[in-house]
């Protein structure tokens, strides 16, 4: 069984503070900040990584924005589950259980490590088969299939790493992870073009090696992340003394977790059909919508993370018995994310060429991917509305009507919309990023009248 930590008052390290007192509004800024640092060192590290794929040609981009697609799905299953990891934690840590929530910190640990092991078997083998079933160029299928195998021999550090960061932001304890991420991400930036381009000593790996950057860093991440876990530098305190699997609490967690395991999965399985419904138009309609893609992750950071920052202090609040507080902090967190998304339409809409042309010159990437940026923009408000939404149902445990909405959004809504808008008039290849923006506008409507029902503030787990 874990042990309570030692006062981190006693070991300077000041992370006592309790998440459901005091200013919602600084306690979500608090919270958010470290994240989106977090997080967006992840993003623009694999953003860089792009930019030095485009050197690459236009095949390698579309290799590895579709490959990436695939991995995503893999990798998005995972964060999925860990949902489970983060509303229990924070559930725990918010009663003041600290006991009971490093013992399901290391029942996590279970959960990372078999399903890293898994994928990675599973996904080796199937790489080349999966890619195969897009109808892309054959170079397209060859270096998505390298990139992606090299990905995925990596899945046990990318688990337990996402595991260890899950355990920490649950707890309360975003600036951690962020440390962590900043050192292995810089690290991860300055040896892509190396092992990419074959600089100085290191070999030409070409796309191949834009993975390994990317393996390496979450490799090096995991180790961090585990030795500051156990050795007390963070919130939480474990330890394998005593230890014993507790199918049990697995099992709760898991529970939890398959709902958004299940959403995270439906996305990334909307990605590859949205790919599908694209590869006809060409390889740079595919490369055009897979850097689209990648802006609006870019794009979404702050969203993201103040989602997931109303997410934890929606779990601490409600483990604390004050629903009140974690219903305002969802509603505080929206207002910010409508004040960012605001700041981006601007921006995105005056300058749609010029962001697309970081990525790549070539002129008629250009010219479509600008285009699929300014459609974008018509569903950016509620998207980011969605996302927070999201996140805070989420961090309540109540996973299950959000997998309903999600599923019903993408695939009763974008998915069929995204096969039959491209046959209308003139629409063409335009239609199917049309189709994603009516997708999130229903979706945001949905996902704003179930949380206003307030259901999720009764969710035991």
């Known amino acids: ?7 981190p008052a006693e070991t300077g390290i000041t992370l006592t503070r309790d998440w459901t007192k005091g200013s919602i509004f600084r306690n979500l800024l608090s919270l958010s900040w470290p994240m989106v640092v977090t997080e967006g060192f992840g993003v623009v590290a694999f953003t860089v990584d792009l930019i030095w794929v485009g050197r690459l040609g236009s095949a390698s981009i579309a290799g590895v924005g579709v490959a990436s697609m695939v991995t995503m799905l893999i990798m998005g299953a995972n964060v999925g589950i860990v949902m489970g990891v983060r509303a229990m934690v924070a559930r725990l840590v918010g009663a003041g259980d600290t006991t009971g929530a490093n ?3 290391t029942q996590a640990l279970v959960i990372g490590i078999v399903y890293g092991v898994v994928m990675t078997a599973v996904g080796m083998v199937l790489a080349k088969p999966v890619l195969g079933l897009f109808g892309l160029e054959p170079l397209v299928v060859s270096e998505g299939t390298i990139y992606m195998r090299v990905m995925l021999a990596g899945m046990l550090g990318f688990s337990l790493r996402i595991t260890a960061d899950s355990i920490m932001q649950a707890s309360g304890d975003t600036i951690t992870p962020m440390k962590i991420t900043i050192l292995t991400r810089s690290i991860h930036l300055l040896l892509a073009p190396f092992i990419i381009f074959g600089w100085w000593v290191f ?11 990317n393996v390496t860093a979450h490799t090096l991440a995991m180790v961090v992340g585990l030795w500051v876990l156990f050795t007390g530098r963070s919130r939480l305190r474990l330890t394998l003394s005593n230890f014993h699997t507790d199918p049990g ?4 967690m898991v529970k939890i977790g398959i709902p958004a395991c299940i959403m995270s999965i439906q996305r990334s399985l909307s990605y590859l059909v949205l790919a599908w419904l694209m590869a006809p138009f060409g390889t740079v309609a595919v ?3 897979s850097l689209a893609q990648r802006i609006d992750t ?5 969203t993201w993370a103040l989602g997931t920052g109303a997410g934890v202090l929606v779990g601490q609040n409600l483990g604390a018995q004050q629903p009140h507080r974690a219903e305002r902090s969802t509603w505080l967190a929206t207002g910010l994310v409508t004040i960012v998304m605001l700041i981006a339409t601007a921006i995105f809409l005056l300058q749609a060429e010029g962001i697309v042309s970081i990525f790549n010159t070539e002129p008629g990437l250009i010219d479509i991917g600008g285009d699929f940026l300014r459609i974008a923009v018509a569903g950016y408000l509620l998207t980011g509305l969605t996302v927070v939404f999201q996140q805070a149902v989420l961090g309540a445990g109540d996973t299950f009507p959000a997998m309903l909405i999600s599923i019903l959004m993408v695939w009763v809504l974008q998915l069929p919309l995204a096969f039959f808008l491209p046959q209308v008039g003139n629409l ?5 990023r049309w189709a994603l923006v ?7 409507v949905a996902y704003a009248i179930y949380f206003r029902v307030g259901r999720w503030k009764r969710k035991k787990l």
């Open 1 to 7: 069984m874990a042990q309570e930590t030692e006062n």
């Open 103 to 105: 013992h399901a910190a």
């Open 203 to 213: 070999p030409k790996m070409g796309v191949g090696g834009a993975a390994m950057a």
């Open 249 to 252: 609490i697995i099992w709760r």
């Open 287 to 289: 490369a055009a919508h």
């Open 298 to 302: 870019l794009l979404f950071l702050p």
């Open 428 to 432: 063409g290849v335009y239609g199917v």
């Open 438 to 444: 009516i997708g999130i506008a229903i979706g945001a």
